[in-house]
């Protein structure tokens, strides 16, 4: 790891009065440097936004998921015991290529898809629409996961139960420290199957209900993302999110259009599932670049933005993916930092980053299955007070 030319300091090893104050576990080393700072190891080149390059992407990911349905039409004519395997890989694969376009319609969202706003929001609107997502209502959520990226209170993604949320004994009163533990607790089988109901029923519950949403809201009702008079969002934003749900509605009427004309199953064996799974490749990559027992959560005291951007994991999943993905996993902490910078220059400036934040860039080759198990078994709660605080299990 190259040195950084930035400054870090342990503030437990400060004298100031409020320094002693503050609770950090395991001897954690708090960056110090501003956005500036980062920025200037950059080439400035590489913040510039290309329209004619981006579109050239979304016809890219359009004309895959176009050959790869056309291909698909042909599954029906394969011996049956063929049709078996032709079936999931076409929507394991049609599921990779499709996220990419939602990671497309991510990057209109943060208006790095061009220089316009307009056009940002119009080929947003579209390509998220496509893919039931509520473009501008996920857009101002997200841009607040985006400024408190690590916060322990006001993150929007992710946020870690507390002990006392995990229903846990009081620290001074457990035992073992991090328990009780049921005896199922560990068990495989057990750690595999919640994570499958996080990946799978993670996006739309997101959706809904705004689960794992920051902490002061999660006992209030009718936090959907569809609602326009929502906590969630300003009176100001009440067409934006009207513009979304229509977005959605003109999707679902296609689609049951389509159904009416062909039948329910076509719809759903050539969108619908693999639509399901785009929804567990965006709880997966999102889950693994801010879980991780290494990275710790910040609390107010101490968070600022630079900082929870630094909370960020680089994790290439290999096999292409990364490519027809647009290294939406393997280049997010130079997004996280700076999220209007297209992804075409985000892998660029990625080897940049690195080097500027030295021992606080983060990244981990894990196999991303083990990556998912680990941060599913380990990553189960944080204390209630601190403000450097490691997930325990």
């Given at each position: 790891m190259p040195e950084?030319?930035l400054k870090h300091r ?6 100031t009065?409020a320094?002693?104050d503050?609770?950090?576990?395991q001897d954690?080393?708090?960056?110090e440097?501003?956005?500036?700072e980062?920025?200037d190891?950059?080439p400035?080149e590489l913040f510039?936004?290309?329209l004619?390059?981006?579109s050239y992407?979304v016809m890219?990911?359009?004309?895959i998921v ?19 395997v032709?079936?999931p890989?076409?929507?394991?694969l049609?599921?990779i290529?499709?996220?990419?376009i939602?990671?497309l319609?991510?990057?209109?969202g943060?208006q790095a898809?061009?220089?316009?706003r307009?056009v940002n929001?119009?080929?947003g609107?579209i390509?998220?629409s496509?893919l039931?997502?509520p473009f501008?209502?996920?857009r101002l959520?997200h ?5 408190k990226t690590?916060?322990?209170?006001e993150?929007?993604v992710f946020l870690?139960?507390t002990r ?9 009163n457990d035992?073992?420290?991090d328990?009780?533990h049921?005896i199922?607790e560990?068990a ?9 109901i996080k990946?799978y029923?993670g ?17 209030e009702?009718?936090l959907?993302?569809?609602n326009?008079?929502?906590s969630?969002y ?7 999110i009207?513009i ?5 509605v003109l999707m679902l009427?296609l ?10 199953w ?5 969108y ?9 490749w965006?709880v997966l990559i ?5 879980t991780?027992?290494a990275?710790p959560?910040?609390s107010?005291?101490v968070?600022?933005?630079?900082r929870?951007?630094a909370l960020t ?5 290999g ?5 027809f993905q647009h290294?939406?996993a ?6 996280h930092?700076?999220?209007?910078m297209p992804h075409?220059?985000a892998?660029?400036?990625t080897?940049y980053?690195?080097?500027?934040l030295g021992s606080?860039y ?5 196999f991303?299955p ?6 599913q078994s ?7 007070e601190?403000?450097?605080?490691f997930?325990?299990?």
């Open positions: 950084s030319t342990s503030l437990q090893d400060d004298n009065t320094d002693q503050l609770i950090i576990e954690w080393q708090l960056p440097f501003s956005i500036k980062i920025r190891h950059i400035k510039n936004r290309d004619l390059q981006s992407w890219h990911d359009i004309a176009g050959a790869l349905f056309y291909a698909s039409t042909y599954i029906d004519y394969l011996p049956t015991k063929f049709q078996w032709a079936w890989l076409y929507w394991f049609q599921s290529v499709a996220t990419g939602w990671v319609g991510h990057e209109c943060h898809f061009s220089d316009y307009v929001n119009v080929v609107w390509l998220h496509f039931l997502v501008h209502s996920w959520s841009s607040m996961h985006h400024k690590g916060h322990i209170e993150d929007e870690p139960k006392s949320m995990a229903k846990l004994p009081k620290r001074e035992p073992e420290g328990g009780p049921s199922f560990d495989p089988l057990y750690v595999i199957f919640h994570l499958c990946l029923f996006w739309p519950f997101y959706l809904i209900f705004n689960s794992t949403g920051p902490l002061a809201k999660r006992k009702k009718n959907s993302h569809f326009p008079k929502t969630i300003e009176a100001r934003h009440f067409w934006d009207i979304s749900d229509l977005g959605l009427g689609l049951v259009y389509t159904a009416k004309m062909t039948s329910t076509e719809v759903i064996r050539y619908a599932l693999p639509y399901s799974f785009v929804n567990c965006l999102t889950y693994l670049q801010h991780d027992p990275l959560h910040y107010a005291k968070w600022n933005f630079q929870g951007a994991i680089d994790r290439p999943y096999f292409g993916i990364d490519y290294h939406i393997d280049s997010h902490v130079a997004h930092f700076f999220s209007t075409y220059n892998v660029k400036a080897r980053i690195k080097k500027a606080h983060h990244h981990d080759d894990t991303i083990v990556a998912a198990f680990r941060a380990l990553c189960r709660y944080i204390e209630d601190g403000d450097v605080l997930f325990k299990h």
